[in-house]
């Protein structure tokens, strides 16, 4: 029974990490999920740099530079995903090309090189996501800035 139990809740949190959430509105909103359940590592971070993106299209759209100084990054590479099968080989190179476009978010000095930095950044996220959680890849879409 308990061992059902731990199935059902981790096939749950599966569902809600990676597939698709139709219709879901453009801000992370807090979604039910059964209490047994709490966000893998991984996908507390991920909440966290998808918010971040979020709010640096919002103020790059009204023509401001924004700061990306979050050390949050550094650990994607050793987090725990909800299921070991969410991450393998080819998750750490995709994690440093990450990394790599998100110092160029950080270095940009105007805000078209941001724009153009944010957006490399996104094809960064979208780039790991075809490999490894196919899920979220539209709603990640959303945050290019066209
Ligand atoms: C190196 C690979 C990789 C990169 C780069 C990456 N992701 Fe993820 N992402 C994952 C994996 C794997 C998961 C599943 C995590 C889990 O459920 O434990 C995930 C999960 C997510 C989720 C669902 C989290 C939840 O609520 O369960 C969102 C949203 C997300 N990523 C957005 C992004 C955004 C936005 C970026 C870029 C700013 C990004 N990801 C970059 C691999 C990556």
């Given at each position: ?59 790059l759209?009204?023509?401001?530079l924004s700061?990306a ?32 476009s998100?110092?160029e978010i950080a270095s940009a000095t105007s805000v078209p090189a941001q724009i153009e930095a944010h957006n490399n950044l ?23 800035i066209?």
């Amino acid at each position: 029974m308990k061992s059902k139990l731990i199935i059902l809740s981790l096939l749950l949190s599966m569902i809600y990490a990676c597939t698709p959430t139709q219709g879901s509105p453009d801000v992370v909103a807090p979604v039910w999920s059964p209490k047994v359940d709490q966000p893998s590592e991984l996908a507390v971070i991920m909440r966290a740099i998808h918010q971040e993106g979020i709010e640096r299209k919002a103020s790059l759209e009204k023509g401001m530079l924004s700061t990306a100084n979050s050390s949050l990054i550094f650990n994607m590479i050793t987090a725990q995903p909800t299921e070991p099968h969410m991450v393998g080989p080819a998750f750490e190179p995709h994690a440093q090309g990450f990394i790599y476009s998100y110092s160029e978010i950080a270095s940009a000095t105007s805000v078209p090189a941001q724009i153009e930095a944010h957006n490399n950044l996104v094809k960064s996220c979208v780039a790991c996501h075809m490999n490894f959680c196919q899920g979220p890849i539209s709603r990640i879409e959303k945050l290019y800035i066209h």
